[in-house]
């Protein structure tokens, strides 16, 4: 079982904040781990996409477990975190988070390593954009 204690609050930017409704469920009720999933790389795509300045793919998704269920009608928060940059692909945390409307108290549910790599209008890798420095 996961220790809320271990990570009190999430790390990184909040990157989406969506509510599941009763079509993202799966036959037992709880929202789909697929659904899931799909947001988190939506997320993590948002964030590349900014730092990669233009478009992105997703290349790799790490290992990822989920310690809790998430109910339909929950607030759902993504919080991404930058971790690598390299020529043209980088590394994107992503926690999961939820709280149902009417609670104060948000559990995290998940996390995961999405890497992408960026790519240009013809989908061949090109590289990230350095940021100039300044003095």
Do not use: H
Not at 21 to 43: E, K, Y
């Amino acid at each position: 079982m996961y220790d809320d204690s271990l990570s009190p609050n999430p790390q990184g930017e909040l990157m989406l904040r969506v509510v599941p409704m009763l079509a993202d469920a799966n036959p037992n009720g709880d929202i789909s781990g697929g659904w899931l999933v799909t947001q988190m790389d939506t997320a993590a795509a948002l964030m590349a996409a900014r730092i990669a300045r233009g478009r992105v793919t997703t290349m790799a998704i790490g290992e990822m477990s989920f310690v809790r269920p998430v109910k339909v009608g929950s607030i759902v928060c993504c919080y991404g975190l930058l971790k690598q940059t390299g020529r043209s692909s980088l590394r994107v945390s992503i926690e999961v988070w939820c709280r149902m409307p009417e609670e104060d108290r948000r559990q995290k549910v998940t996390e995961a390593e999405f890497t992408y790599v960026a790519i240009d209008e013809q989908r061949r890798i090109r590289p990230i954009p350095v940021e100039p420095r300044t003095a």
